[in-house]
């Protein structure tokens, strides 16, 4: 059964103050890892998609990295409008119903001023 | 990007009635779409897989006919939650691939209250 787990829970930033948040995924065959922000009911928007290891993508002052057992979400100088839920999904190979996602429980983000 | 419209956005409702849920692809065409589930604070748990002109896939443990899920159309798919009551009332949210593309894009979810 594919897994998703994400760390930490939440975490509080002061405006400026760069982290990274965690997903450890446990999948027969990755297809794809998504990353996605939601914010308060509202559906999730799509930040980025890692197929294989090594990758690295970017976006603003988000980063995206993925190893065979995890992936990274990076945040440069994180401003207020970057809290969000962050959301961590995984899409294993072979998948039958069409793009199938596995979420993991999200890390709530809040940047303080 | 692609746009999926999902309406209502929030809707309460008296236990026993039912509630449908309208998933639209606004600029291209979604031979499938997918419904999901979220309980505040806990993340999306898929409830079905739905397919153009064929029955949806029902995740294990969700009642097929509770959740009546129709995609009539490439560019629309519903959802009915009958004779709903509280343990219903939940975070909806559809999602729709589009074809030519891997990513799913989300519809804005729908509060659905039950009481």
């Known amino acids: 059964e594919d897994q998703v787990t994400q760390s930490p829970e939440a975490l509080r930033l002061q405006e400026g103050e760069s982290s990274s948040l965690n997903c450890s995924y446990t999948v027969s065959g990755l297809r794809g890892l998504f990353w996605y922000r939601q914010d308060p009911g509202k559906g999730p928007e799509f930040l980025f998609t890692l197929y294989s290891a090594g990758e690295e993508k970017e976006k603003e002052r988000l980063k995206a990295t993925l190893t065979k057992k995890e992936s990274f979400l990076h945040i440069t100088a994180p401003k207020p409008e970057d809290s969000a839920t962050y959301l961590c999904a995984v899409q294993a190979m072979g998948e039958t119903s069409g793009s199938r996602l596995t979420f993991g429980e999200g890390t709530q983000l809040t940047v303080n001023p | 990007g692609a746009v999926v419209s999902q309406h209502p956005s929030r809707v309460i409702c008296k236990s026993g009635t039912s509630v449908k849920i309208e998933c639209r692809s606004l600029?291209?065409?979604?031979?499938?779409m997918f419904w999901y589930r979220q309980f505040p604070k806990q993340s999306l748990m898929l409830m079905a897989t739905s397919n153009e002109g064929s029955k949806a896939t029902y995740e294990q443990g969700v009642e097929k006919d509770k959740f009546l899920i129709n995609h009539a159309s490439l560019t629309l798919s519903t959802l009915t939650v009958t004779s709903a009551h509280p343990e219903d009332s939940s975070f909806y949210i559809c999602?729709?691939?589009?074809?030519?593309?891997?990513?799913?894009?989300f519809g804005s979810g729908t509060q659905l209250s039950v009481l």
């Open positions: 999602s729709a691939r589009d074809g030519l593309d891997e990513k799913l894009f």
């Open positions: 600029d291209f065409q979604a031979t499938t």
